[in-house]
């Protein structure tokens, strides 16, 4: 009996494994469109600035920083991948896409983030790509980085 169920425990183990890793793809929405960045799918996985102010699941207050884009963007570039656990995955004046893995079980999160031209605001989307409930990871995210450039 007790073999029995270890297999079965080992089944799903590698059930769930190969499904982390068949979803776990970047996710082809993602950039900034007229503007805009993807909006948060209606699990609470994703936060984003740019969400409805009564989406209270996924709405978090864009950030006003005081810098120039450059030095704030390279602020939050070297401090992510100082962490060892990102990867910039696209990089242009005004907008950054990381892939940033968990600790223990390596699962993937999208943070991006984009200050629109002529303006002190900076928009941030962080978004898990596999699960449902992210624990509050991304919105934690987006604290440490308001953090960063916030006096």
Not at 15 to 23: A, H, L, Q, W
Not at 26 to 52: F, I, K, R
Not at 94 to 104: I, K, L, N, P, Q
Request: charged residues 25%; proline residues 4%; negative net charge.
């Amino acid at each position: 009996m007790v073999r029995w169920i270890l297999v079965v425990v080992i089944a799903m183990l590698i059930g769930f494994f190969v499904y982390v890793d068949m979803n776990n793809g970047v996710p082809e929405n993602l950039g900034v469109n007229d503007g805009l960045l993807a909006p948060c799918p209606d699990m609470p996985n994703c936060v984003s600035s740019q969400a409805s102010v009564d989406d209270a699941q996924h709405f978090v207050e864009p950030i006003i920083y005081r810098s120039n884009v450059k030095d704030a963007q390279l602020t939050i570039e070297k401090s992510l991948l100082e962490d060892g656990r990102a990867r910039l995955i696209e990089s242009r004046l005004g907008y950054s896409h990381f892939e940033v893995s968990s600790d223990f079980f390596g699962f993937k999160d999208d943070l991006e983030v984009y200050f629109p031209e002529a303006d002190s605001v900076m928009h941030i989307r962080s978004a898990s790509r596999v699960g449902y409930d992210d624990l509050n990871v991304n919105r934690e995210r987006v604290r440490q980085i308001r953090d960063l450039l916030v006096d």
